[in-house]
């Protein structure tokens, strides 16, 4: 029983945990990096000031990228009946927006600090990639809110289930708040988006104390 406890662990929770620490660690890197200045002339002085900062964040977010995909497979998985309405729909935003602008905002970021066949970047195309990286990052921070807040309604009857409600409340307050980061201070964006992984932290420890409690496969789900 408990080699079998560990294998449903590392299989199902482990992948929180890691995506969990791979997102924190984004963001905290972003944080690190000032906000650009609002001189045109001096973003290339600040491209070169921070691009390790830059590219540490932008070679952790492909990993935190790729690292969601077995945590939402996990969550919905599509071999199994009667998944409920909500949770479908939020694993839809995870999979067909989520991960595809996460990965739109990773190349907008190697962009800035990565050469491509030795193309001058000129300060029209940073402002330009910096306008894309705030307006994707605008957008994943809203779907992202939608997505916490249904998990949270769908896992309300299950084990837990009130602290992820709860968690779903508070992932769609601060998430929402996350996505102005203009009208914020950098300090409350950042507290802001941790939201997100304590959000995925907390399916880890789910999946770590709860394994033989997960829905089977004719578990009916009435959400």
């Given amino acids: 029983m408990p080699e079998r406890t560990n294998q449903n662990f590392f299989k199902q929770g482990f992948p929180f945990f890691i995506a969990s620490l791979l997102f924190a660690t984004y963001y905290i890197f972003?944080?690190?990096?000032?906000?650009?200045?609002?001189?045109?002339?001096?973003?290339?002085?600040?491209?070169?000031?921070?691009?390790?900062?830059?590219?540490?964040?932008?070679?952790?977010?492909?990993?935190a990228t790729l690292s969601l995909l077995p945590c939402i497979y996990t969550l919905i998985n599509p071999l199994k009946e009667n998944h409920s309405p909500s949770a479908l729909f939020a694993s839809a935003l995870f999979f067909l927006l989520l991960v595809p602008m996460l990965v739109l905002v990773d190349l907008l970021l190697g962009r800035l600090v990565y050469p491509v066949n030795n193309y001058p970047m000129s300060v029209d195309t940073i402002v330009f990639?910096?306008?894309?990286?705030?307006?994707?990052?605008?957008?994943?921070?809203?779907?992202?809110?939608?997505?916490?807040?249904?998990?949270?309604?769908?896992?309300?009857?299950?084990?837990?289930?009130?602290?992820?409600?709860?968690?779903?409340?508070?992932?769609?307050?601060?998430?929402?708040?996350?996505?102005?980061?203009?009208?914020?201070?950098?300090?409350?964006?950042?507290f802001c988006q941790l939201s997100f992984p304590i959000w995925l932290l907390s399916f880890?420890?789910?999946?770590?104390?709860?394994?033989?409690?997960?829905p089977k496969k004719n578990q009916t789900d009435l959400s």
């Fill in 30 to 63: 972003l944080y690190l990096v000032p906000t650009p200045p609002f001189e045109t002339s001096q973003l290339f002085t600040w491209i070169t000031e921070w691009k390790i900062y830059i590219q540490i964040a932008d070679e952790i977010l492909i990993f």
């Fill in 129 to 190: 990639t910096l306008s894309l990286i705030t307006g994707t990052m605008h957008m994943i921070s809203l779907v992202l809110a939608l997505a916490i807040l249904l998990y949270g309604f769908s896992f309300r009857k299950k084990p837990w289930g009130g602290l992820f409600f709860l968690l779903g409340i508070y992932g769609f307050v601060f998430q929402i708040i996350a996505s102005y980061p203009w009208l914020i201070s950098p300090g409350v964006l950042l």
């Fill in 204 to 214: 880890g420890f789910y999946f770590l104390m709860n394994e033989n409690k997960l």
